[in-house]
């Protein structure tokens, strides 16, 4: 039992907690059973059924109501004396303001994406409430002290970003699984079922090879070969898909002698090779089928078990299989699919797409779960240590309420004991006098200032990169942006009509030398943005055609969506991939994040003597996802 002064300051102080899934179940019950007595909680989600292996407060029966309500009904059940708050709710919604966090003596985090994160931590910097952070990915983990003015904030220091492959590596020439997994996520998926308007790099051949073939006639450059033709079968449609990616884009790429001088050269795949015709030329069209969202090809076929890896045949027969189920029973979603590690039809098609690619290329295959986790950048859940690191976050808590602000301590959570211990403690660095959010520092930015829109500079810098939510932008004293349900209807349509105007089309030219202002009211956030016009920009390097530099260590690329570069969590694939988290150092792999620039990290250890340099790069590298 603690002090004195911890049991008032536990009875006493109102704490939030934001998120309310493997950490945030452990945390709640940590501190209601620590005494804490006045506890608000907010989390968006409902309960899935595969939370239920490790958020305990939850059962089969919750499975579709808010995590935040059942999580409090659950720990009322033993603590029934606790006030606790629940709120099912995005904690950026705009009642989540600063006043409303300024009731709060700190903030415990227990989410799961570095967008909702730097909101917080945006929030908790304007209301001076002390922020406690948290992230697991399997049996590693950290609990980290935010206090503003005295330590770094959360967005002082840069942040693992998604690893980068360039687009050949994706369409042309993979080497790993992972590659091919992307492929059979963003193109192969996104073509056949999601939104057509997208670009996409399924096709792309050659063009002389492709003009050559067209002038045959043999297989045609139509735009609509990935659509279901008028009289045509689903199960004829598949197998013409197939061929087509798997054998003739194979084949053509095969033509382009200079790509394969220093690679193996990878093996067409044709229908007729593989399975008996009976199987793959059945005549039905099975469209207007009921629709049924849980349809399964692995159940339609008998494939039990989700930890074998498919041979080629078995393979073949779930990608078939995938494409008619989705044309007979998913229809409603052709043309807006997204991919969804959850969404079993979709993972079925990736698997098979990504192994049939893999076995032509003569990368070993993947059992459909191990090909789950890659796509779906899942390291599965401990719940040991979401333990641990809920246990971490009440002890933090506890010394920020008792004012015993110097002994806290950022902790890792490492797999192998460091020096004996599995637990890491390191002193809290100092705030990055550099940080665009807890310091002024302002920021460049580099843009085409003829070819660039505004729009294109809220979606792709502000919000991606920024973590801008609801941007204002002022140039001098003049308003050039902003959002908001309160916007008078002929102002929203004035915004509305300069968003598409480059930004050297501006009534005031804005172009090198101007300065913008960009606010955003509900984070109390500022930065200022310096315009520095460049002509050209690196199509595989900076694929936005925008750069944005200076003191700006924390930027990092918070979207994963794939265009144009293919991106995936690298730092993630590669444990399922090697069973742990080096990276082999494929030099194919381009990365937008170095150990390099981790070095600067100000930690300091514990004790006197530091940690190998190596050891210090991974624990200030974990991935802080869940
Ligand atoms: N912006 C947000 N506002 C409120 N809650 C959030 C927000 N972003 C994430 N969360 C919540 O944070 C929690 C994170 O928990 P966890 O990492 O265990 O994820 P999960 O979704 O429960 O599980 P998994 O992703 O592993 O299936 C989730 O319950 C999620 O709803
Ligand atoms: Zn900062």
């Known amino acids: 039992m603690g002090s004195e002064e911890e049991r008032i300051a536990i009875e006493k102080e109102k704490v939030l907690m934001v998120g309310a899934g493997g950490i945030g179940c452990e945390l709640l019950k940590t501190l209601a059973l620590t005494g804490f007595k006045h506890i608000h909680l907010i989390d968006m989600d409902t309960i899935e059924v595969s939370n239920l292996n490790r958020q305990f407060l939850f059962r089969k029966s919750h499975v579709g109501q808010s995590k935040a309500k059942v999580a409090r009904e659950a720990v009322l059940k033993f603590r029934p004396g606790v006030d606790i708050v629940a709120h099912h709710g995005n904690v950026k919604n705009a009642e989540f303001d600063i006043d409303f966090f300024k009731q709060f003596s700190v903030v415990l985090n227990g989410l799961d994406n570095l967008e909702a994160r730097r909101h917080v ?12 952070e948290s992230g697991t990915t399997g049996y ?57 308007s997208q670009a996409n790099e399924l096709d792309v051949r050659p063009s002389v090879l492709a003009d050559a073939k067209a002038d045959t006639n043999e297989v045609g450059n139509d735009a609509d070969f990935f659509e279901l033709r008028r009289g045509e079968s689903t199960s004829q449609f598949a197998g013409r898909v ?42 039905e069209n099975g469209n207007g089928e009921i629709e049924n969202p849980t349809v399964s090809a692995m159940v339609t076929l008998g494939l039990k078990n989700p930890q074998k890896i498919w041979d080629v045949q078995e393979n073949a027969r779930v990608f078939l299989e995938t494409i008619q189920l989705f044309f007979k029973r998913r229809s409603k979603d052709i043309g807006k699919l997204v991919f969804d590690k959850d969404d079993q039809l979709a993972v079925e098609f990736v698997t098979a797409a990504a192994n049939l690619r893999a076995h032509s290329f003569g990368i070993p295959m993947q059992s459909l779960f191990e090909a789950k986790g890659m796509a779906g950048n899942i390291i599965h859940a401990i719940a040991t240590t979401n333990a641990c690191i809920a246990g971490l976050i009440v002890l933090e808590a506890l010394k920020l309420l008792t004012k015993r602000t110097e002994q806290c301590r950022m902790t890792y959570c490492v797999e192998h004991p460091t020096r004996k211990m599995l637990l890491v403690p390191v002193e809290p660095a100092e705030p990055n006098p550099h940080c665009y959010v807890c310091s002024e520092t302002p920021l460049v930015l580099e843009v085409n200032t003829v070819t660039a829109t505004m ?62 202002t960009v606010e955003d009211y509900h ?97 200030e590298q974990l991935p802080a996802m869940s």
């Open 523 to 619: 984070q109390d956030f500022r930065c200022s943005l310096h315009v520095k016009h460049r002509e050209t920009f690196d199509e595989e390097k900076e694929p936005d055609g925008m750069l944005i530099t200076g003191d700006i260590a924390s930027v990092v690329n918070t979207d994963d969506t794939l265009q144009p570069k293919i991106v995936a969590d690298e730092d993630l694939s590669n444990k399922v991939e090697n069973g742990h988290g080096d990276d082999d150092d494929d030099d194919d792999d381009m990365v937008m994040f170095t150990p390099e620039t981790l070095a600067g990290a100000k930690r300091k250890l514990e004790e006197e003597e530091s940690l190998p340099v190596e050891k210090r790069l991974k624990i």
């Open 242 to 283: 197939f061929d087509r990616i798997f054998g003739y884009n194979i084949e053509t790429a095969l033509q382009n002698e200079d790509t394969w001088k220093a690679r193996r050269r990878p093996d067409p795949l044709y229908l007729d090779k593989i399975l008996p015709p009976e199987e793959f030329t059945a005549e």
């Open 121 to 132: 931590n945006r929030l908790c910097l304007a209301a001076g409430v002390p922020l406690v």
């Open 455 to 516: 729009r294109d500079v809220i979606e792709k810098v502000l919000k991606r990169k920024l973590g801008v939510d609801s941007p204002v932008i002022m140039q001098g004293s003049s308003l050039l942006y902003e959002t908001g349900d309160d916007l008078e209807e002929d102002m929203a349509a004035h915004y509305a009509s300069l968003l598409n105007k480059s930004l050297a089309s501006y009534p005031t030219p804005i172009t090198t030398g101007v300065v913008l």
């Open 140 to 196: 590693l983990g950290q609990v980290t002290v935010h206090i503003n003015g005295k330590t770094e904030c959360y967005e002082c220091q840069p942040k693992p970003a998604p690893k980068s492959y360039p687009v050949c590596t994706i369409t042309s020439t993979p080497s790993k699984l992972i590659h091919c997994i992307v492929w059979a996520k963003e193109l192969a998926l996104a073509k056949l079922f999601g939104d057509k």
